[in-house]
């Protein structure tokens, strides 16, 4: 429910059971997560609004946005990755998405999920390179964005391929895999 990637393997009371025993069972509190998120969230709950974790199922303000965006910069010849909530995200709404972006640490988990998805591409892209050059890389980096947006517009898959797609010196393939 949080990261969108990690398997849901556990419950999560939303309020906490040590703070808000009367929900401990109630459905609505009951989400489920991954131990990842389950761990670094534990026992959190905020006084400051802006420090609300988005319920996954009772707020719906984030399924019509784009929120997640990703970006690629290239140092020594390397493509890096980071991922962040965009800035055209109107506050207060853009300060809970970076806060619970940040209090999961999701920028870090998912430059390591990036890192094995371009190990597991590198065969992938260099044919296409080989085989129809620059198009032939944009044709293979499109038909995954379209493919993960239409899944989830906003998992780090979507964002890294629309930051790729974007990328001149990623598309023309003249940077170490």
């Known amino acids: 429910c949080f990261c969108s990637y990690a398997e849901a393997t556990e419950i999560d009371h939303f309020l906490p059971k040590s703070k808000f025993s009367e929900f401990s069972i109630a459905p609505i509190n009951l989400v489920p997560v991954c131990n990842r ?26 399924e019509d946005l784009l929120w997640l965006e990703a970006s690629v910069e290239f140092k020594s010849n ?4 980071s991922y962040f909530i965009r800035d055209a ?3 207060p709404l853009k300060e809970r998405l970076k806060f619970q972006f940040d209090k999961l640490k999701l920028g870090e988990r998912y430059r390591l999920q990036t890192g094995r998805e371009f190990s597991g591409r590198k065969y992938r892209w260099t ?3 080989d085989d129809g050059g620059e198009v032939a890389v944009k044709a293979d980096l499109q038909e995954e964005y379209d493919s993960e947006k239409d ?19 990623f598309c023309e393939m003249k940077w170490k895999i």
Do not use: G, M
């Open 89 to 91: 995200i109107s506050s």
């Open 127 to 129: 044919k296409a390179k």
């Open 78 to 81: 390397y493509p890096i990755v």
């Open 151 to 169: 899944n989830n517009k906003n998992s780090w898959k979507s964002a890294l391929y629309e930051a790729l797609l974007l990328s001149e010196q």
């Open 37 to 62: 998120c389950n761990n670094e969230k534990k026992a959190y709950s905020s006084q400051r609004d802006e420090e609300f974790f988005i319920h996954p199922y009772y707020e719906t303000c984030t």
